[in-house]
């Protein structure tokens, strides 16, 4: 395999305040998925903003999980 694995998540849920990123309900956040780079996340990140663009409050964010799990490299 030559690509180096950097697992990215995406998800999101209804801001409580647009200023902020404090959801308004944490048991109602919405776990897009696990991708294996960051391409693959942002175009499901892409996809379910799109489908939300009505919501203001609705933000969807990808967390580069590949930091948390290996912080001694930078990658």
Do not use: C
Request: net charge negative; proline share 3%; aromatic share 10%.
């Amino acid at each position: 395999m030559s690509d180096k694995q950097l697992l990215h998540l995406v998800f999101g849920g209804e801001l409580a305040d647009l200023q902020s990123t404090e959801f308004m309900n944490v048991d109602e956040l919405d776990i897009v998925g696990i991708y294996p780079n960051y391409a693959a996340a942002h175009n499901a990140w892409k996809a379910v903003s799109q489908k939300n663009v009505d919501n203001a409050r609705m933000r969807y964010f990808i967390v580069h999980l590949h930091k948390f799990l290996d912080p001694e490299n930078d990658s």
